[in-house]
């Protein structure tokens, strides 16, 4: 009898799992719009954001500044960070497209947790 | 009496096959955006902003902030190569010799082709979102094992979290290239090791591992080189707080304070050395690899 390959699927698992969990993770950031709650609010809003369709269009070199661009402030903080932040002081995934697209500026607290 | 008369060697004549006017876009390719493109990095690089000849832009490769970010680029570049290629070695194993079913062989290649293209801004938010410091991980940890990585040191905006970061795309690449070597691996001759009495152990050390060398050298130079050029991830994840050649390069061309394109052309003049390197590397060894496969 052909002995069950214990090694070769845990590589696999491990393999699959590193692909699968960080694209689970954005899907279930993305349903996390309100605090406690599984909804699509935030894929709402974004479609309801006139900017997204205008950047599917043409994505200039300028709105991509604008959406990744380092805030000026003496601590630099990357984008990644900032976006973390927001989602942490704001609470809500739309405060944050509100900022990566320039229509709205929440005030940050750059804190480090 | 039959005589044998040879002809003169004729020369062969050179014939031009239309087949050649396929790759034509390649080589206009390759002429405009590594030939010229190239030249242009070259030149530019010992010229100043005026358009004199200067070695002031080399020079200023030896400046202990670009030393820096070369350091902390190999530093990742090779942590990546190293994690990713062992990573990748083992999972294509798991699926081409290891008895897994075919279907995950299937989906793992599928999903190996999809990731090894991930990068930017899209793959620094799925790994935010995963292992930030509100990633979904992050409170699995804290709630399920009461552990507060964040507190015990890690960081996702550092050298490490940027590796794991860099992991994603890295090692299915290693995946896709290994794959197709390891199938390459003759039934024959294991069956022959066997009958002279090798164990497992025996096959890997003496005949599978050297014939697949090379070629796991030669990928893990070209994760090193993928690794190396890497830019739009890491600025989206870290901003300028990891000190790297990509972001430091583009700060010299573009940005507002620290611009000077003569030394940002010299730092890319760098990049092209090591690169071509790594890809010389690369082809050497999959050559050889080949050589060896194919016999």
């Known amino acids: ?20 969990v960080p694209l689970y993770g954005t899907l279930d950031f993305s349903l996390r719009a309100k605090k406690g709650e599984i909804t699509l609010l935030a894929y709402q809003r974004v479609f309801e954001d ?18 990744v661009e380092p805030p000026k402030h003496p601590e630099e903080v990357s984008w990644a960070e900032r976006l973390e932040r927001v989602t942490v002081t704001a609470g809500t995934f739309g405060e944050t497209l509100a900022i990566s697209n320039g229509t709205h500026t929440p005030t940050l607290t750059p804190t480090r947790c | 009496m039959s005589t044998i ?20 876009p390649f080589f206009l390719f390759a002429l405009l955006f590594i030939v010229l493109a190239s030249s242009n990095i070259i030149v530019r690089s010992i010229l100043d902003e005026e358009g004199n000849f200067t070695f002031a832009n080399i020079q200023g490769l030896t400046d202990a902030n670009i030393v820096d970010a070369y350091t902390t680029s190999i530093q990742i570049s090779l942590i990546t190569a190293l994690m990713g ?30 990731t090894s293209q991930f990068g930017g801004v899209t793959l620094a938010f799925a790994f935010v979102a995963t292992i930030g410091r509100t990633g979904f991980i992050t409170a699995i940890f804290k709630d399920v094992f ?3 990585i964040y507190r015990m040191g890690f960081n996702l ?16 690449l290693m ?11 003759k039934t024959e001759w294991r069956e022959a090791s066997e009958n002279l009495g090798a164990n497992q152990w025996q096959y890997w050390r003496h005949v599978a591992f050297p014939v697949l060398l090379p070629s796991l050298l030669g990928t893990m130079l070209l994760l090193f080189a993928n690794a190396f050029g890497a830019q739009a991830t890491a600025y989206a994840l870290t901003g300028g707080t990891i000190n790297l050649v990509t972001i430091v390069l583009s ?10 394109p003569g030394l940002g052309y010299s730092l890319a003049l760098g990049m092209i050395v090591i690169m071509g390197v790594c890809i010389g590397g690369y082809t050497l060894l999959q050559r050889q690899s080949e050589r060896w496969l194919k016999r």
């Open chain 1, 1 to 20: 009898m052909k002995r069950f390959p214990v090694w070769s699927w845990l590589w696999v698992i491990i393999g699959a799992a590193y692909m699968f």
């Open chain 1, 50 to 67: 006139d900017a997204f369709f205008g950047s599917m269009k043409e994505v200039t070199e300028k709105d991509w500044n604008k959406a």
């Open chain 2, 5 to 24: 008369t040879s002809s003169p060697a004729e020369k062969p004549r050179f014939h031009f096959s239309l087949d050649w006017l396929g790759l034509a």
């Open chain 2, 85 to 114: 290629g062992v990573l990748g070695f083992l999972v294509a194993y798991a699926i081409v010799i290891g008895g897994v079913p075919r279907w995950a062989r299937t989906v793992i290649i599928t999903f190996s082709s999809l």
């Open chain 2, 146 to 148: 009461d552990l507060q």
């Open chain 2, 157 to 172: 905006y550092s050298v490490l979290g940027l590796s794991l970061t860099y992991l994603y795309f890295q090692f299915p």
């Open chain 2, 175 to 185: 995946v896709l290239i290994m794959a197709p070597a390891l199938e390459g691996l």
């Open chain 2, 251 to 260: 700060a010299q061309i573009r940005g507002d304070v620290l611009r000077n």
